[in-house]
């Protein structure tokens, strides 16, 4: 059947056509690395050390050597490398006020009895920025374009593209890359180097990135496409 007209899109077809492209579904620009950055989202060791439990993300820490060979990727290309960390202020005055004031159970620590978190960049010594030339981004919350001025320095870079990496997929990560799609740029989203803390959260907020905002493809992809190999290469 060809194109359907009004009243043809029965419950079955739209299901259908909803499960294929969850799973199967490309959005079809390429990476340029010329209008390219790369955003390594929250990368803070009070996610990647074990130490910092209740926050550990083991995931997050498996990643790294990915992360740090993608960062190497990119920097030998030219394209800017944006760090972003979540911190605030001791007295909360520049942060959102749900996180403040504790809303949701996500920021509830009464399981926690330690040093304060979040309080200063604490990006991973593992994935270490060049101070001075990459970006550093600290962000109030979940998204790093709201609060900040991350879309302003992308625009004066000439991006229109831009990779997202890190933790937590359906929380920073995933914020970012539809504040991103809402601002007009083509989102590159990695499968495998982006972490959270269910398997399966990780792999349904896969499946909507993949269906509405974002290229979703692997990390290998993502650097042959840097290199300007392989099908994903502009």
């Known amino acids: 059947m060809g194109k359907r007209k009004t009243g043809e899109f029965d419950s079955g077809y739209l299901l259908r056509k909803a499960r294929q492209q969850y799973d199967e579904g490309e959005a079809s620009f390429k990476i340029s690395p010329r209008s390219t950055a790369l955003i390594v989202v929250d990368m803070l060791e009070e996610f990647t050390k074990p130490n910092w439990k209740p926050t550990w993300i083991p995931e997050a820490t498996g990643q790294i050597p990915k992360i740090s060979d993608l960062i190497a990727t990119c920097r030998a290309a030219g394209v800017p490398i944006v760090y972003t960390y979540f911190a605030f202020r001791s007295d909360y005055l520049d942060q959102s006020r749900p996180f403040r004031d504790a809303w949701t159970p996500l920021d509830k620590l009464d399981d926690y009895d330690g040093p304060p978190l979040f309080q200063k960049e604490s990006i991973d010594p593992a994935l270490k920025p060049e101070y001075g030339k990459d970006i550093l981004i600290m962000k109030p919350c979940y998204g ?91």
């Open 144 to 234: 790093a374009f709201t609060g900040t001025s991350l879309d302003l320095m992308l625009k004066n870079l000439g991006v229109d593209t831009v990779i997202i990496c890190g933790t937590m997929t359906n929380y920073c990560c995933g914020t970012t890359a539809r504040e991103a799609h809402a601002r007009g740029y083509k989102v590159v989203f990695g499968s495998d180097i982006n972490s959270t803390d269910d398997p399966a959260i990780h792999e349904s907020e896969l499946k909507t990135l993949r269906r509405g905002f974002a290229l979703v493809i692997s990390n290998d992809q993502i650097m042959d496409a840097i290199k300007g190999k392989g099908p994903y290469r502009s």
